[in-house]
């Protein structure tokens, strides 16, 4: 999103509720003001959305999220920040490729548990390390319209194209984000000399 005005947050939102193959049934945020506002709660109410979100100054309570964030978004970008059309543009186009290849190409570990043996956490895992699509499908909480429509999601996408879009975009946004900031130093070094 450009910023976080109203405007782009329920463009968001329509953006995630049209991507998805099943109802959205709820939002679990953290305690940003794009989110906690009175016209997301008036929408929430009046789409019968479901809405949680983290307690004030704890933000480990999104830790799903921000291991997501670590995992799938600062190893592939880096912790660089983004501004103007063209970079957000071009960031766009890394998720547009992105998402589809998690969603259904990459497997991924489901924790199922955790126990603490003294010091130590013991984490249990499924021993079926599958993409979330697939696990998904194999989900019996899914009617067989809703996993034919991921099915038919899954074939429109070809992992290797995939794969090299988003690297393609990548380095588009780093050549990019790279002469914004040389720009920028060279501003400042003529500002400080003159």
Same mark, same amino acid.
């Given at each position: 999103?450009?910023? #976080?005005?109203?405007k782009?947050?329920?463009?968001?939102?329509? =953006? %995630?509720? !049209? @991507?998805?193959?099943f109802?959205?049934?709820?939002?679990?945020?953290?305690?940003?003001?794009?989110?906690?506002?009175?016209a997301l709660?008036?929408w929430?109410?009046k789409?019968?959305?479901m809405?949680?979100?983290s307690?004030p100054?704890?933000k480990? =309570?999104?830790?799903?999220v921000?291991q #997501?964030?670590? @995992?799938? %978004?600062r190893?592939?970008?880096? *912790? +660089?920040?983004f501004?103007?059309a063209?970079?957000? !543009?071009?960031l766009?186009r &890394? *998720?547009?490729?992105l998402?589809?290849?998690l969603? *259904?190409f990459?497997?991924? +570990?489901?924790?199922?548990g #955790?126990?603490? %043996?003294?010091?130590? &956490?013991? #984490?249990?895992?499924?021993?079926?390390?599958?993409a979330?699509?697939?696990?998904?499908?194999?989900?019996? =909480?899914? @009617?067989?319209? &809703?996993k034919? /429509?991921?099915?038919?999601?899954m074939?429109?996408h070809d992992?290797? +194209?995939?794969? +090299?879009?988003?690297? =393609?975009a %990548?380095?588009?946004?780093?050549?990019?984000?790279?002469?914004?900031?040389? /720009? !920028?130093?060279?501003?400042l070094?003529?500002?400080?000399? !003159?």
């Amino acid at each position: 999103m450009p910023n #976080k005005a109203r405007k782009w947050t329920f463009e968001a939102l329509a =953006d %995630v509720r !049209g @991507s998805l193959p099943f109802p959205l049934l709820g939002i679990d945020s953290d305690n940003g003001a794009e989110f906690i506002n009175n016209a997301l709660l008036k929408w929430r109410q009046k789409e019968g959305v479901m809405f949680t979100r983290s307690r004030p100054c704890r933000k480990n =309570d999104n830790c799903h999220v921000e291991q #997501k964030n670590n @995992s799938h %978004v600062r190893n592939l970008v880096g *912790y +660089r920040r983004f501004s103007g059309a063209e970079e957000l !543009g071009t960031l766009a186009r &890394v *998720y547009r490729s992105l998402c589809p290849l998690l969603n *259904y190409f990459i497997p991924t +570990r489901k924790l199922l548990g #955790k126990t603490r %043996v003294g010091a130590k &956490v013991k #984490k249990a895992c499924d021993k079926n390390i599958l993409a979330p699509c697939r696990r998904l499908t194999l989900s019996a =909480d899914l @009617s067989d319209e &809703v996993k034919a /429509e991921l099915a038919r999601r899954m074939g429109l996408h070809d992992p290797v +194209r995939l794969q +090299r879009e988003a690297h =393609d975009a %990548v380095a588009a946004l780093m050549e990019l984000n790279g002469k914004r900031n040389l /720009e !920028g130093a060279e501003a400042l070094a003529a500002l400080q000399a !003159g």
